[in-house]
C-alpha cells in the first residue's frame, strides 16, 4: 500500500523521483519500478512472504499538488478471492511552512475483482508533517478499515527518520501505531533500514517487525506479521 511522498523509502521499497526539468516546466512526471522479496504494508505481508514486483507514476505540479497511482501483487490474504493486485490512486498537495514540511491528501486502496464480503477497498485521508530528518504521518480511515466490520475512523500514526551516511547511502527507522475502531486490530510496526544508490539503481534492506494485538492476532497466519528481512531493489525514471 503506497506511501505518500514524506514517507521513508524502506518501509515501502521505492525511491521517490523527479527527473530533471527546465525551470519553465510546471508539470514534472515520474514513474518507479522495483522488486522486494516481501511486501510489507504496515509490518505485515501482503504476499505470505512472497516476493512482489511493484511500480507507479507520479504527476506533480509546481505549486505542490501531485496525483499518482502504483501497482503490487499481492496474495489471497491482501485481496481475498481476487485477482491478485493491489492498485493505490492519491492525490494531495505538499508544501512548506515555517520550515515545517506539509503534506496533505488522500489515497484510496482498490483490490479488483475482490470477492470478499465485505469488500475491502478502503479510502484515507492523511496528514504528514516533516521536520529536519524526522517525518509524522497520521492516515484516517474514512471507509471501513480493509472491510473490518465498524472500522471506519481507525487511524494510523507512523513515525519516521531518515539519516545520510553519505552522498548516496542513508539509514532510516521508523515506528507505526494502529488505533482501531469496531473489529480492527491494533498494535505497532516497526522497521529499521539502510539503502544505497548505485549505477543508478535503489538498492535496500530493512529489518520489519510488530508487536502487541496485531502481531498476536496475526501470528497464526502463515506467520505474516513475524519479523523478516526485506531486500528491495528499484529504479526511477
Do not use: C
Request: proline share 3%; hydrophobic share 35%; net charge negative.
Amino acid at each position: 500500500m503506497k506511501k505518500t511522498l514524506l514517507a521513508i523509502a524502506l518501509s515501502s521499497a521505492f525511491v521517490s523521483f523527479t527527473p530533471a526539468v527546465s525551470a519553465e516546466s510546471e508539470i514534472e512526471l515520474s514513474a518507479n519500478f522495483g522488486l522486494v522479496s516481501d511486501y510489507r504494508f504496515r509490518g505485515v505481508s501482503q504476499t505470505n512472504k512472497e516476493m512482489a514486483a511493484q511500480g507507479g507514476f507520479d504527476l506533480a505540479h509546481k505549486s505542490g499538488f501531485y496525483m499518482g497511482t502504483w501497482t503490487s501483487n499481492v496474495s489471497d490474504f491482501a485481496n481475498p478471492n481476487g485477482n491478485g493486485l493491489e492498485i493505490d490512486a492519491y492525490l494531495g498537495y505538499s508544501t512548506e511552512v515555517g520550515g515545517i514540511g506539509i503534506d496533505i491528501g488522500n489515497l484510496y486502496y482498490y483490490y479488483p475483482a475482490n470477492e470478499a464480503s465485505p469488500n475491502v477497498d478502503t479510502n484515507e485521508v492523511y496528514l504528514g508533517l516533516s521536520v529536519s530528518a524526522f517525518t509524522l504521518k497520521t492516515s484516517y480511515a474514512t471507509s471501513k478499515y480493509f472491510g473490518v466490520a465498524g472500522s471506519k475512523g481507525t487511524i494510523y500514526y507512523n513515525l519516521s527518520g531518515e539519516f545520510p551516511v553519505s552522498d548516496s547511502t542513508s539509514i532510516s527507522a521508523a515506528i507505526g501505531y494502529v488505533d482501531p475502531k469496531g473489529g480492527a486490530t491494533k498494535g505497532y510496526d516497526y522497521s529499521v533500514g539502510v539503502s544505497t544508490e548505485l549505477n543508478g539503481f535503489s538498492l535496500g534492506a530493512s529489518y520489519i517487525t510488530t508487536s502487541g494485538d496485531l502481531s498476536d492476532t496475526l501470528s497464526g497466519t502463515k506467520e505474516v506479521a513475524k519479523g523478516t528481512v526485506v531486500v528491495s531493489i528499484s529504479k526511477s525514471f
